[in-house]
């Protein structure tokens, strides 16, 4: 990460400012953590700018009790909004040449930003950086240590042109660039429309390859934030139906790119996008069972108490699951 620093320091003569896009709905679970995850980069030059959707927790006063001034929190929509609708509202209030979407119980390490606006300065022509994440769960503990990029992960930085990232997404039949938290945009390639409502669960692979069309991305095997995966959040509910949006994007690459992405790429790309569907219901299956038998060991320790007076305990071992 040092490396990265010393880019910096010698390439830009004065720093670029980065806007990081926070979107929040009832976030006060994961929200302080998230923030001070953006707010300690290494990286300073930034702003935050949060969009909240009339939450009914305590998300507001989470946001309001920082006192950092890059922080800055829209009036609440007189509508309610959609999730493309309230990403759009952050980045189109957003100032920054380069722009990044965290969610709200998301995380991002430390020289993230540092990391990824140098590999863009570096790489004047390139318009797109993203990395790898850790997968961790509600409770902070991690899944799977390192994800994302598929076999473009063993070049560590490599630049790539949208064409190619679009057959290597589509063969793979999954979203190699990985979620928001993990790319940096530069605004000046943002399409209109920012988000193209005929994805919901495409909706992020879909925005980054209309960024890219005919452009370069950085691809870098550092991992540098974390996705927080649950039973209960978003990410559970998208897995049902990724598999079959994933099938109708690749098959509107293949039209978009018909030099590029074959209909054998779309074949092979449906049928591991059904895998890898399919892995992930059993994963958040598995979860559901562990936070079960934690929420049973509690009432056990309430109830059972062991000769010497002390609770007993028992465990359950969470599930990792491979790359």
Known sequence: MRTSRILIGIVLSAEPLVSVVI?????????????????????????????????????VEIIRSFADPRIRLLPNSSETLDLPANWGRGI??????????????????????????????????AVLVCGRRRIINDDGKVLIKARGLGHLA??????????????????AGANLLGEPVNVLIRRSVLPQPLFDPRWLFTIDLEFYLRCLHDREAVVDSRILCCFR????????VLAKGQAKELRALFSELSRRYPEDVSDADVRL??????????????????????????????LDVGRVETPTGVAGQRSFEGVESPE
């Open 23 to 59: 979107p929040v709905f009832n976030g006060e679970r994961h929200l302080e953590a998230c923030l001070n995850s953006v707010l300690g980069q290494t990286y300073q030059r930034l702003e935050v700018v949060v969009t909240d959707q009339n939450s009914a927790d305590r998300s």
């Open 92 to 125: 189109e209030a957003s100032t920054g040449e380069f722009v990044k979407i965290v969610c709200q119980d998301d995380l991002l390490l430390p020289d993230s930003l540092m990391v990824q606006v140098g590999l863009l300065v570096q790489h004047p022509d």
């Open 154 to 171: 063993k070049a560590g930085t490599k630049v790539i042109d949208g064409r190619s990232l679009a057959r290597a997404c589509t063969r």
């Open 229 to 236: 995966v649950s039973p209960q959040q978003l990410s559970a």
């Open 269 to 298: 790309g449906s049928l591991r996008a059904q895998l890898l569907s399919q892995a992930r219901r059993m994963l958040y299956w598995q979860m559901r069972l562990s936070a079960a038998a934690a929420r049973l060991a509690k």
